[in-house]
C-alpha cells in the first residue's frame, strides 16, 4: 500500500471549515483513499473513502486531485467533538485485509 | 445504529496469566479483525478471520495468541501467556464484505502488571 504523508497536527475555530490535507504521490491506479479519525480512547471510526472522485457523506467530504496524489478532508462545521486523530490511509481493495495506520493530523478544535 | 461492543474495558493480569478479550461484532458482518495500540504508539494490525479462520496475521502475532469465533455472536481474541509488552488498547473490528469500511470498537484497556 502506498505511503501518506500527513502534517502532525492543526487546529481550527468552532464552527469554521477544517481542511485536513494527505500526500499520497505514490499512489497506483487501484488504490483507495480512506479517511478514519480516533477520537481519545475510543476505537478509529470511519469517516469516508474515494478512489478518484471527489465523495461526501454526512460527516464529511473528500476531494481527491486529478493527479490523485493528494487529497483534503473536509469537515464543514467543525465541532469540539471532531477534536481527533485524523488517519488518511491508502489502500488497494485486493491487497488483503488489513488497514494500516500511521501517525495521523491531531486536530484540535478550539471554541 | 448497530455497533461492536467489547468486553471488559478494561482488564488487569498478571503477567504469564491467560487473558481473553471478548468482541461481539456487527451481526450481519463477515470479516473480524484485531488491532492493538500500545499507549502513545500507531494502531497495529493483529490478525484478521473469516470463514472460520485466520485469512491474515501481523509479527506480533505469535504463537501466544490465538482468535476463535466459538458460536454465532462472539469473536474472542486469546493470549496465553500475557507479557508486560502486551500491555495496550485491544480493538476488535469488522465488516459487512471485503469491500466496505471497518467498524471498530472502543477497546479493551489490557494492563498486564
Known amino acids: 500500500d502506498a505511503k501518506t504523508t500527513q502534517p502532525t497536527s492543526m487546529d481550527c475555530a468552532e464552527g469554521r471549515a477544517a481542511n485536513l490535507p494527505c500526500n499520497h504521490s505514490t499512489i497506483s491506479g487501484n488504490e483507495y483513499v480512506y479517511w478514519y479519525r480516533q477520537i481519545h480512547s475510543q476505537g478509529p471510526q470511519y469517516i469516508i473513502h474515494g478512489l478518484k472522485n471527489n465523495e461526501t457523506n454526512e460527516m464529511a467530504s473528500l476531494i481527491i486531485t486529478e493527479d490523485r496524489k493528494s487529497s483534503t478532508l473536509i469537515l464543514p462545521h467543525a465541532t469540539l467533538r471532531d477534536t481527533a486523530v485524523y488517519y488518511c490511509?491508502?489502500?488497494?481493495?485486493?491487497?488483503?485485509?488489513?488497514?494500516?495506520f500511521g501517525t495521523g493530523t491531531r486536530l484540535a478544535v478550539r471554541p | 445504529e448497530p455497533e461492536v461492543t467489547q468486553t471488559p474495558s478494561h482488564q488487569v493480569t498478571q503477567m504469564g496469566q491467560e487473558v481473553i478479550l471478548r468482541c461481539v461484532p456487527i451481526?450481519?458482518?463477515?470479516?473480524f479483525y484485531w488491532y492493538r495500540q500500545i499507549l502513545g504508539q500507531k494502531v497495529e494490525f493483529l490478525v484478521s478471520f473469516y470463514n472460520n479462520e485466520i485469512s491474515e496475521k501481523s509479527e506480533i502475532f505469535d504463537d501466544q495468541f490465538s482468535v476463535e469465533r466459538p458460536d454465532g455472536s462472539n469473536f474472542t481474541l486469546k493470549i496465553r501467556s500475557t507479557k508486560l509488552e502486551d500491555s495496550a488498547m485491544y480493538f476488535c473490528a469488522s465488516r459487512e464484505n471485503i469491500n466496505s469500511p471497518l467498524h471498530f470498537g472502543n477497546g479493551t484497556r489490557l494492563t498486564v502488571t
Open positions: 451481526s450481519n458482518h463477515l470479516y
Open positions: 490511509i491508502v489502500r488497494a481493495r485486493s491487497s488483503g485485509d488489513k488497514l494500516t
